[in-house]
Structures are given as structure tokens and as C-alpha cells.
């Protein structure tokens, strides 16, 4: 008993603890990941998080769906691939080959008309959003200081803010104080995902490592080309993509992105919500080098030069690349949860996966993307 009287002091004790700690170090936003997340059962952030959060319209056009191959859906997915697919909780996969759908399957929750979390495949859009903030003029390049457009971080102490470029934000060589870590609740990364002072977290960071010499995955790089994107454009982000992207690539339903609070900014690392066969548009403008139906929408040398790595072999303009790993090039963008676009220029093919899971990782690749991409190849390379 005496034992047990102990155990409950000391739990009682460490919850008012743990809370005075929230509190003092202004980590409030702890409350809330406890009650969307950890309350739930999830460790993580998850593909329908967007009902918790405020969100901005991404407002679509005239939207006009994908034709239907000749095929269409009469070639069946290899039972290993859709056994890979429904291990790992997938909600939607398609494929488009030669600008028409040839297959589509959902699960669960996915539709063709369903919206979930791009997560990080938003850091892809967000370096295209770069490019055409270039082609406007707002930006004279990807070599221009960040300080041109975020005076703030013009401060002393002993850092590197003054030296970084959007390149250096682009390619994740920017040196920023930032542990891309997605499963500590008390982490930059999850401070991040729940506060509502984005644009406060992020002025609140230095740049501690020299820029342009060493590649870190970072969330908060991509976060700041927002910020430079909103603050040259004049415009939110969601508006800016909507004029530039969404309307222009004919998609069908309005996406949502999440933003921190009402009337904040978006969460530019991650979040736009919205379906397979839409997210799709994103890699087939880049498999057409940034044209869509003969309408220059992101200069051709800012595809290519996207498409090149820089001191990552993976990794170009936050866009994955493969040039060796499988039969053919391929170049991929990507989410936390095994959300991938998928692009086979050399079959004029893109491929979609959203899902609640991934598989664990090997180099910089993963195991899921590594599966579904040989067999992608494999089944739909017409010389195999």
C-alpha cells in the first residue's frame, strides 16, 4: 500500500512538473499535440490531421479531369505490389502514363475526391512556387540573400544569417539550427507543426553551420522560402500557388493548407491537402519541364536546374532524385508518411501513393518507394 501511495505521489508530482516546464519554457503548444495526437494513439502527425487545424483555401478554376487511357484499369497492379501497397495502409495509387490515367485503385479513406496531408511533398511545390516568383521578378535569382526579403535575421552574433541564399534554403545546405525530428513532442520540428507564431519560431532560429557546404534536411529551410515567397509577392502563399499553379494545371478540387492560425501562415515545409490524381499534376508539369498545354508555367532552365543535384546526390531543388538507382531516372517528391509523387520521364509516366505509413529507410531512399518503383518499371516499361 505504502508502495502504492508513493507511486501516485510521484505520478502527480511529475505531471505538475512536466507542466510547470510547458508553461515556463512557452511550450504551450504541447496541449494541443497531446490532444490531437498522442491522445488518439499517434505518435506522429497523420494524412487527415487538417480537421484540427485552420486551413486556407487553395482556390481551383476550371478544373478538367485526367482522360482515361484506352486501358484504363484493365492491366491489374502485381498482387506483390498491392500487397506492399495494403501493408503499408495506402489510401490511393495511380498511374498516369502519356497524359491520360491507366490505373487507379483507393482504400479506406481515398477517393478521387478525398484530401489528405501532402506533408513534406508541399517542399516540392514550394521550391516550383521559388521558380515562378523569379519568372514574375518579385526575386532577381536563387542567389539572393534571405536577408533581402527578412531584414531580421540582419543581426550580430556569431552565426552565418547574412551569407545564406534561397539556393542555400532550396537545396538544404543552409546550415540552420534545426533537428528535423518528427517524434519529440518538446523538438523544433513539432513546435513547428503545432504553434500558432510560426513566423515568431522561425525569426527566432540563426544559421549556426557555414551555408553551401553541408546538406541537412530541414523543415524550417522550406519554411522561410515561404515566408520570402509571401513577403516579395505580397500574397499569401495559398493565393500564390492557386494564380500560378493550382488553376493554371486544371485541378479538379480546391486544396486546403494548413495554416497556424486564423488569418496566420501556412505551414510551407508540409500540409497541402488534397488528392492523388491532383497532386499527379505537380510531377507531370515537371515530366513537360514547366509547361502545361503549351503554357510556360516555371521556366524550363529552373526545371532542370531543380532536377540536378547539388552537394546531395539524392536531392536537387527540394525535389529526391534517382539517376542510378533504378532502370531509369526517376525524381520523386515526398512525404513523411510514404506520400509520393513519382515521375519515369523515360516512360512519361507519373505515380501517386498516399497512405497512413511508410517503411523504414536505407540510404536516402526507402523501402516503399524503393518496392513501388521497381515495380512501376517493371510493369509498365512497354520495352521490358
Not at 129 to 148: H, P, R
Not at 167 to 176: A, E, I, N, V
Amino acid at each position: 500500500m505504502k508502495l502504492l501511495k508513493f507511486s501516485f505521489k510521484l505520478l502527480v508530482f511529475s505531471f505538475v512538473l512536466l507542466n510547470v516546464y510547458i508553461v515556463v519554457s512557452g511550450k504551450t503548444y504541447v496541449y494541443k499535440a497531446l490532444k490531437v495526437g498522442y491522445l488518439k494513439g499517434h505518435n506522429t502527425a497523420t494524412i487527415e490531421d487538417y480537421k484540427y487545424f485552420e486551413n486556407r483555401i487553395v482556390e481551383k478554376g476550371t478544373g478538367i479531369q485526367w482522360p482515361q487511357a484506352s486501358d484504363y484499369n484493365k492491366q491489374e497492379i502485381s498482387p506483390e505490389l498491392r500487397a506492399r501497397l495494403e501493408k503499408n495502409k495506402s489510401i490511393a495509387f495511380t498511374v498516369i502514363q502519356k497524359d491520360s490515367i491507366l490505373y487507379e485503385t483507393y482504400w479506406d479513406i481515398g477517393s478521387r475526391t478525398s484530401r489528405t496531408n501532402s506533408f513534406s511533398m508541399a517542399k516540392s511545390v514550394v521550391a516550383m512556387l521559388i521558380g515562378v516568383a523569379i519568372q514574375d521578378g518579385y526575386i532577381e535569382s536563387i542567389d539572393q540573400k534571405i536577408t533581402d526579403f527578412i531584414p531580421e535575421y540582419d543581426r550580430p552574433g556569431d552565426h552565418f544569417n547574412a551569407e545564406v541564399t534561397i539556393k542555400h534554403l532550396l537545396t538544404m545546405s543552409s546550415g540552420m539550427d534545426w533537428n528535423e525530428d518528427y517524434y519529440n513532442p518538446f523538438g523544433v520540428t513539432a513546435e513547428a507543426y503545432f504553434t500558432k507564431n510560426l513566423n515568431d519560431l522561425m525569426l527566432s532560429i540563426d544559421f549556426t553551420e557555414k551555408p553551401g557546404e553541408k546538406w541537412h534536411y530541414q523543415s524550417g529551410s522550406t519554411q522561410l522560402m515561404g515566408l520570402i515567397i509571401e513577403r516579395s509577392t505580397g500574397t499569401s502563399l495559398s493565393a500564390y500557388l492557386s494564380e500560378k499553379l493550382w488553376q493554371p494545371i486544371n485541378a479538379t478540387g480546391q486544396a486546403e493548407w494548413m495554416i497556424d492560425k486564423q488569418g496566420g501562415v501556412e505551414k510551407a515545409y508540409c500540409c497541402i491537402n488534397s488528392n492523388a490524381l491532383d497532386f499527379a499534376r505537380f510531377g507531370q508539369l515537371y515530366l513537360d519541364k514547366g509547361n502545361w498545354n503549351g503554357v510556360q508555367l516555371i521556366d524550363s532552365s529552373f526545371v532542370e536546374a531543380s532536377l540536378s543535384a547539388d552537394l546531395e546526390a539524392h536531392y536537387g531543388y527540394s525535389w529526391w532524385l534517382y539517376e542510378t538507382q533504378y532502370k531509369y531516372p526517376v525524381y520523386t517528391m515526398r512525404g513523411v508518411n510514404g506520400q509520393y509523387v513519382i515521375v519515369v520521364p523515360a516512360l512519361e509516366l507519373v505515380a501517386v501513393r498516399l497512405g497512413h505509413k511508410r517503411e523504414g529507410y536505407v540510404n536516402k531512399s526507402t523501402l516503399d518507394l524503393d518496392f513501388y518503383t521497381q515495380q512501376i518499371i517493371s510493369q509498365y516499361d512497354i520495352d521490358n
